[in-house]
Structures are given as structure tokens and as C-alpha cells.
């Protein structure tokens, strides 16, 4: 999965925030979110326990990025959603896209949380 960037820390990276993008298997849509606990959250979304995305279910995590404050993911996940349907969306979705801009990070092999 690819990762959008990514910080180098010593904390532990489940505990991070993080910005993450989920996609529809049902109807396609995107949805761009924040979270210390990535794992609970998708769990979240295809329990439809959130309203905005109960009726996309299930839903895949598409990529997500890693920081070390709050603040900072609430201005990333700010950022991403002004890009939605346009090409730096694209990029972020699409991993082979963003080669050139260095915005995205290779594939992630971690573990999830």
C-alpha cells in the first residue's frame, strides 16, 4: 500500500496521526480522514459506524501518511481534501503517478497497527 510520505521517528508508529485515504469497493468513492489508531478506524467505517461513509461498504485503505502531531495531520488531511478529483489526488491514489513529485512514498511493507 503506498504511503503518503512518511516521517522518520523513534515513536512508535502506532501511535502516530495519520492521514489516510479509503476507497468504496461498492461504488468506487473516495475518503479522506485522520486518526492515531488506523486499524480501529477502518473498523469503524465498515461497521458503519461513521455516517458519511456507512453506505460505501466495505471499504479499502488505499494510502496513508504518518505524523507526529495532531496539528500537522489536520493540515495534511486539509491539504488532500482540496485536492480531491484533481490530478494531485490522482498522484496520491495512483503510486506509479507520483515518481517525480516526491509527495508520496514507496509502498509500505510495515506491519498495520
Keep these: 500500500m503506498p504511503r503518503l510520505g512518511g516521517v522518520k521517528s523513534k515513536a512508535t508508529p ?3 496521526h495519520k492521514v489516510y485515504i479509503i476507497q468504496s469497493q461498492k461504488n468506487n468513492r473516495y475518503y479522506i480522514g485522520c486518526t492515531n489508531n488506523l486499524k480501529t478506524r477502518l473498523e469503524q467505517h465498515n461497521k458503519r459506524q461513521n455516517y458519511s ?5 466495505p ?13 500537522e495531520a489536520y493540515d495534511y488531511e486539509k491539504k488532500v481534501k482540496s485536492y480531491k478529483g484533481g490530478n494531485a489526488f490522482k498522484k496520491l491514489v495512483h503510486p506509479a503517478m507520483t515518481e517525480q513529485d516526491g ?3 514507496e509502498r509500505s511493507k510495515a506491519a498495520p497497527c
Excluded at 53 to 57: A, D, E, R, V
Design 14 to 16: 502506532c501511535f502516530m
Design 53 to 57: 461513509t456507512q453506505n460505501g461498504i
Design 59 to 71: 471499504w479499502k485503505l488505499i494510502a496513508f501518511k504518518d505524523f507526529e502531531n495532531q496539528q
Design 103 to 105: 509527495d508520496v512514498a
